[in-house]
């Protein structure tokens, strides 16, 4: 497991090391004249997230196996003796949970957590940064090397499908930590791996070139041991691919004292971007407002001077030490990086539950937290905060960070809107009440919550497709002959989000002329040789099943997959002169549970004649069906059933 970052080197207070140095020597930088900055791109003028996508259950799949990054021992579930956590995540939009050791949540439910590597995991991180206007994710990337690797190899292919699915930008933010040998492998692994991504209309791209990010160079700690030659021509290796180079930087990194070791300044002044790391170094509005005047505008005036571009690091602060203050902590650090006049925003972190510097959704209040476990809730300092609080922050910051919102001290989102609030209940009973060829049609009854509900969000799997304010929605733009999965939530007026109503699946309508059971699974009575069911559904119309001779009744039948309106067959013999004309005894069966068949077309002659295609068509009422099943008890022909292709049609 990499080391934290957390705690590796604590704050520093305003009159250490930096008292020896002048505030003519810092202001003086504050005054040196600005080269242009580079224009808005996927960084430049954008809010980035840092996305550590780390987390791993038993179950999952994910190839590192076990309780990843949630249990100091991964072989055993985490417990209140036995994690590396220190904040809950709030469950209530995530469809798979993973049952740990420690006490049942204050509500008496299981206390659950997720697995990244679940793909609904991930797709729900990028819906919310889609609407709360998060524009860029870093993925967090360790030494690919190790026994993290695969894992980590199949989380950067799980947020490229998120990240373009969602419409948001994700780049690759490479930590160093405890790498050895990363100079060599560092350069492999993009080459052989993560520069395939950039191809991903996704892929995040700064004055043309694709953005990667090396995080790690000239900290003063034991995991990152390297002198600054092999750090330089590593950054000066990836500009020459052709990229743009961030480099996330100790906090000191302009002096080379306290977390930033002597002699790098060649390095990040090399960097197109630089980033300084700030989590742990103030818990405090006074200490922001310190850092703010004698670190963060000396780093301004420094990277204006040279052309870099400067990308502060903006942190909700932390919830387990009690540095939120309900948003104040947030606000205090985006207004003060916003009037420096950072050309981008990284916000430390998005997903960081170990370090209680998230703000991805979390948990409210002690009813949604393991009970007794020690673990703060969002309501720590007595304030109720809704789930997405720091959401919320984060799209009003953006907002400032863009001119669309005016520079203000005072944060304009409050924490739960009218008040303290609770979640609306479930919608009940969701059911598909239509379907057409490209859509289908849900009701549901309504949720209820304490001050009103203001709308529902329909979901296509983990994909909002539809806001409605009333209780029932038409979901449009489908493919036909397509299965889908739907679920709804209530939202109300604090932004508090319902558990979801029960899933349903429908099966939109097939267009009339597309054969439903192309390639599906059959059965059969049985066949002779090598004539069997499969034939019937291949395309091929000379191949065909032919039932055990002289034993009527036989049948054949094709599996559609689910019921769908089903309202017409059409039966195929091979289409030669060979096959002359017979006529067979056919009924046409149909069937929603694989046991139990109506008749859709009763038993009669069906005539076959090569001169005329040597096929049948058979229409009848249409019918909701799965399996279609042919009955045989008779052919002038051969002793046998025998069909080439077996097609079924909804009308």
């Given at each position: 497991?990499?080391?934290?970052?957390?705690?590796f080197?604590?704050?520093?207070?305003?009159?250490?090391?930096?008292a020896a140095?002048?505030?003519?020597?810092?202001?003086?930088?504050?005054?040196?004249?600005?080269?242009?900055?580079?224009?808005p791109?996927?960084?430049?003028?954008?809010?980035?997230?840092g996305?550590?996508g780390?987390?791993?259950?038993?179950?999952d799949?994910a190839?590192?196996?076990?309780?990843?990054?949630?249990?100091r021992?991964?072989?055993?579930?985490p417990?209140?003796s036995n994690?590396?956590?220190?904040?809950?995540p709030?469950?209530?939009?995530l469809s798979r949970?993973?049952?740990?050791?420690?006490?049942?949540?204050?509500?008496?439910?299981?206390?659950?957590?997720?697995?990244?590597?679940?793909?609904?995991?991930?797709?729900?991180?990028f819906r919310?940064?889609?609407e709360?206007?998060?524009?860029?994710a870093?993925?967090?990337?360790?030494?690919p090397?190790?026994?993290?690797?695969?894992t980590?190899?199949?989380?950067?292919?799980?947020?490229?499908?998120a990240a373009?699915?969602?419409?948001?930008?994700?780049?690759?933010?490479?930590?160093?930590?405890?790498?050895?040998?990363?100079?060599?492998?560092?350069?492999?692994?993009?080459?052989t791996k993560?520069?395939?991504?950039?191809?991903?209309?996704a892929?995040a791209?700064q004055?043309?070139?694709?953005?990667?990010?090396i995080w790690?160079?000239?900290?003063?700690?034991?995991?990152?041991?390297?002198?600054?030659?092999?750090?330089?021509?590593?950054?000066?290796?990836?500009?020459a691919?052709?990229?743009?180079v961030i480099?996330?930087v100790?906090?000191y990194?302009?002096?080379g004292?306290?977390?930033?070791?002597?002699g790098?300044?060649?390095?990040y002044?090399?960097?197109?971007?630089?980033?300084?790391?700030?989590?742990?170094?103030?818990?405090?509005?006074?200490g922001l407002?310190?850092?703010?005047?004698?670190?963060?505008q000396p780093?301004?005036?420094d990277?204006?001077?040279?052309?870099?571009?400067?990308?502060?690091c903006?942190?909700?602060?932390?919830?387990?030490?009690?540095?939120?203050?309900?948003?104040?902590f947030?606000w205090?650090?985006?207004?003060?990086?916003?009037?420096v006049?950072?050309?981008?925003?990284?916000?430390?972190?998005?997903d960081?539950?170990?370090?209680?510097?998230?703000?991805?959704?979390?948990?409210?209040?002690?009813?949604t937290?393991p009970?007794?476990?020690?673990?703060?809730?969002l309501?720590?300092?007595?304030?109720?905060?809704?789930?997405?609080?720091?959401?919320?922050?984060?799209?009003?910051?953006?907002?400032?960070?863009?001119?669309q919102l005016?520079?203000?001290?005072?944060?304009?989102?409050p924490?739960?809107?009218?008040?303290?609030d609770t979640p609306?209940?479930?919608?009940?009973?969701?059911?598909v009440?239509g379907?057409?060829?490209?859509?289908?049609?849900?009701?549901?009854?309504?949720?209820?919550d304490n001050?009103?509900?203001?709308?529902?969000?329909?979901?296509?799997g983990?994909?909002?497709?539809?806001t409605p304010?009333g209780t029932?929605?038409?979901?449009?733009g489908?493919?036909?002959?397509t299965?889908?999965?739907?679920?709804?939530?209530?939202?109300?007026?604090?932004g508090?989000?319902?558990?979801s109503s029960n899933?349903?699946s429908?099966?939109?309508?097939?267009?009339p002329n597309?054969?439903l059971?192309r390639?599906?699974?059959?059965?059969?009575?049985?066949?002779?040789q090598?004539?069997?069911?499969g034939?019937?559904?291949?395309?091929?119309?000379?191949?065909?099943?032919?039932?055990?001779?002289h034993?009527?009744?036989?049948?054949?039948?094709?599996?559609?997959?689910?019921?769908?309106?089903?309202?017409r067959?059409?039966l195929?013999?091979?289409?030669?002169?060979?096959?002359g004309?017979?006529?067979?005894t056919?009924?046409?069966?149909?069937?929603?549970?694989?046991?139990s068949f109506?008749?859709?077309?009763?038993?009669?002659?069906?005539?076959?004649?090569?001169a005329?295609?040597?096929?049948?068509?058979?229409t009848?009422?249409?019918?909701?069906?799965?399996?279609?099943r042919?009955?045989?008890?008779?052919?002038?022909?051969?002793?046998?059933?025998?069909?080439?292709?077996?097609?079924?049609y909804?009308g």
């Amino acid at each position: 497991m990499a080391v934290s970052r957390r705690k590796f080197m604590t704050s520093t207070a305003a009159g250490s090391a930096l008292a020896a140095i002048s505030t003519t020597e810092l202001l003086s930088a504050v005054t040196s004249p600005a080269s242009a900055a580079s224009p808005p791109g996927d960084v430049v003028g954008k809010v980035s997230v840092g996305y550590q996508g780390w987390f791993a259950c038993p179950g999952d799949g994910a190839p590192i196996g076990g309780w990843w990054h949630w249990s100091r021992d991964r072989f055993q579930p985490p417990s209140p003796s036995n994690t590396t956590i220190v904040s809950w995540p709030d469950m209530r939009e995530l469809s798979r949970g993973y049952t740990t050791a420690y006490p049942n949540l204050g509500n008496g439910q299981p206390a659950q957590l997720f697995s990244s590597y679940d793909q609904q995991t991930v797709d729900t991180h990028f819906r919310w940064m889609q609407e709360y206007n998060c524009d860029t994710a870093a993925l967090q990337r360790f030494n690919p090397m190790g026994d993290e690797g695969p894992t980590r190899d199949a989380m950067a292919t799980k947020v490229r499908s998120a990240a373009e699915r969602f419409g948001r930008k994700y780049y690759i933010m490479y930590d160093v930590t405890s790498w050895t040998s990363f100079q060599a492998e560092i350069k492999t692994d993009w080459t052989t791996k993560m520069s395939a991504h950039t191809a991903s209309p996704a892929y995040a791209r700064q004055n043309g070139r694709p953005v990667v990010c090396i995080w790690g160079f000239g900290f003063n700690d034991d995991g990152r041991p390297f002198p600054p030659g092999p750090c330089l021509e590593v950054v000066n290796w990836f500009k020459a691919q052709g990229c743009y180079v961030i480099g996330g930087v100790p906090t000191y990194w302009r002096q080379g004292i306290n977390d930033s070791r002597p002699g790098f300044l060649d390095v990040y002044h090399a960097f197109n971007m630089i980033s300084p790391w700030m989590v742990g170094r103030t818990g405090t509005l006074d200490g922001l407002d310190w850092f703010y005047t004698n670190v963060n505008q000396p780093d301004q005036a420094d990277c204006n001077a040279r052309g870099i571009d400067y990308q502060p690091c903006v942190m909700p602060g932390d919830l387990a030490s009690g540095h939120r203050y309900h948003g104040d902590f947030y606000w205090r650090h985006f207004y003060n990086m916003v009037r420096v006049g950072a050309q981008g925003i990284y916000i430390s972190m998005f997903d960081e539950f170990n370090e209680g510097n998230q703000i991805a959704k979390t948990s409210e209040t002690q009813a949604t937290t393991p009970a007794g476990a020690g673990i703060r809730a969002l309501d720590e300092d007595g304030t109720f905060c809704s789930s997405d609080y720091y959401l919320r922050i984060t799209a009003d910051g953006n907002r400032m960070l863009k001119g669309q919102l005016a520079l203000t001290p005072v944060r304009p989102t409050p924490p739960v809107v009218g008040g303290g609030d609770t979640p609306p209940t479930a919608p009940g009973n969701l059911t598909v009440t239509g379907r057409t060829t490209t859509s289908v049609s849900l009701s549901w009854t309504a949720s209820t919550d304490n001050v009103g509900v203001t709308g529902y969000q329909v979901r296509q799997g983990t994909t909002v497709v539809g806001t409605p304010t009333g209780t029932s929605y038409t979901v449009t733009g489908l493919n036909p002959a397509t299965s889908y999965s739907f679920s709804v939530v209530a939202r109300d007026a604090a932004g508090n989000v319902s558990p979801s109503s029960n899933p349903v699946s429908a099966t939109t309508d097939a267009a009339p002329n597309t054969n439903l059971a192309r390639g599906k699974a059959t059965a059969e009575s049985g066949h002779v040789q090598h004539y069997g069911s499969g034939n019937t559904v291949d395309g091929d119309p000379h191949s065909y099943w032919e039932s055990p001779n002289h034993a009527f009744p036989q049948w054949v039948q094709v599996d559609l997959g689910a019921t769908t309106s089903v309202g017409r067959v059409v039966l195929k013999l091979p289409p030669l002169s060979a096959w002359g004309a017979r006529t067979q005894t056919v009924a046409v069966r149909g069937s929603t549970n694989g046991s139990s068949f109506s008749t859709l077309s009763a038993s009669t002659g069906r005539r076959f004649d090569p001169a005329t295609g040597n096929a049948v068509t058979i229409t009848f009422t249409a019918t909701p069906t799965r399996y279609v099943r042919l009955e045989f008890t008779g052919n002038t022909g051969w002793p046998a059933g025998q069909v080439s292709e077996f097609e079924v049609y909804s009308g």
